[in-house]
Structures are given as structure tokens and as C-alpha cells.
């Protein structure tokens, strides 16, 4: 199984890039994010997701361990393919579509090209628990080690006090989809209102 290819960027559009690495091109399907990651670079290096099907054998390509694991988490639920999954990579962010899952935000998933309520709604009963206990990351860690130090301290203080890590993540993932800014006192104060 290949996990990487790494080596000069022979062709690159916003939905696919060829990497040429030991005189041989490896094409790859990528996001809009994986797009941006390797724009105007000569040299490059992309994780691997290999799909094989009785009729065509395809390659997707991510600038980053943590998309291609979210990339894996999304293609988990039924009904939600590999070309939804790249669509909802190429119109949100891994850190946007974790915050909307979190805080069950069923119109910022449904604004994705392609992707109806009800299966905005079944990515978000499917993953909520999975993103909470930190799958669909490469680390592995929390949703909480992925988010900032004022996310981490304020989710600490409020599972101390007694709260849930799901309702935790979710008054903390709204909170901060407020105000990205705010310090770990507010964040701590207004999830407490929320929860």
C-alpha cells in the first residue's frame, strides 16, 4: 500500500496533481485545501488513499495526514462517497467541518455542493461521537489538542467541573466559531451558559 509520494510536481489543476518521483507520474484526485498547500511549488509531497473498484482505480491525494484521516472518517458513513468527501475538503476546512459536526450545524454542512439534509444529518450522528474521541485525526489526540491552547484550557476546566467531553466540545467548538479570539475565561464563561 503506498502512503506517500513525494518528488517533483509535474502537472497541478485545483482537482488533480501529478507528482513524478523515480521517472514514473503518479496522478492524483485533490482538494481545494491539498490545491493550495502545493500551489506554486516545484516540489511536493502528498498522502495517499487508494480506492480499487472492478472498474477504475483511483488515487486521492492530501497536503496533510490530518485531511487524508478526515477524508477516511467522512467515506466511513453510508451513503457519503469519495467525491463528496473531496467536495466537502474543497469547500470547508478539516478544522470548519469538525466545528460543524461538533456543534451540529446541519446548514453549514448542507452548503457543500452535493449534500442534502438528511445526509448533513447523518455525518453528524455518524462522527460526532468519533470526532469527540479524536478520530479522523493523524494524531490521533482529541479533538481538544487539535483546537488552540485557549480551547484546550477551557474544555480542561470544564470536564474538571463535572460536564461531559461531548457537551464540552460542543459549547466550546460554538463558543469558538463565535469569537476565534476569545480568551479562556469567556470561552469557559459563555460554555458554561451553554451547557
Not at 447523518?122 to 483546537?147: H, N, P, V, Y
Not at 459549547?171 to 451553554?194: F, G, H, Q, Y
Amino acid at each position: 500500500m503506498i502512503d506517500y509520494v513525494k518528488g517533483s510536481i509535474a502537472e497541478l489543476t485545483p482537482t488533480d496533481v501529478v507528482i513524478e518521483t523515480g521517472n514514473i507520474g503518479y496522478r492524483a484526485l485533490i482538494s481545494l485545501q491539498t490545491y493550495s498547500a502545493l500551489d506554486r511549488r516545484s516540489e511536493g509531497m502528498i498522502y495517499v488513499h487508494h480506492i480499487l473498484r472492478e472498474d477504475e482505480e483511483l488515487y486521492y491525494g492530501f497536503a496533510t495526514k490530518d485531511e487524508r484521516e478526515l477524508f477516511r472518517l467522512i467515506i466511513s458513513v453510508s451513503g457519503v462517497g469519495a467525491a463528496t468527501a473531496r467536495m466537502m475538503l474543497s469547500s470547508l476546512t478539516c478544522e470548519e467541518i469538525r466545528a460543524a459536526i461538533l456543534s451540529e450545524d446541519v446548514a453549514r454542512i448542507k452548503s457543500v455542493k452535493g449534500l442534502g439534509v438528511k445526509t448533513a444529518q447523518r455525518l453528524i450522528i455518524e462522527l460526532k461521537d468519533k470526532i469527540t474521541k479524536g478520530a479522523g485525526m493523524a494524531d490521533s489526540t482529541s479533538i481538544f489538542a487539535a483546537q488552540s491552547g485557549v480551547a484546550d484550557e477551557a474544555s480542561t476546566a470544564l470536564v474538571m467541573l463535572g460536564f461531559t467531553k461531548a457537551a464540552v466540545a460542543k459549547a466550546v467548538a460554538a463558543v469558538l466559531k463565535a469569537d476565534p479570539s476569545a480568551a479562556v475565561e469567556t470561552v469557559i464563561k459563555k460554555a458554561l451558559r451553554m451547557l
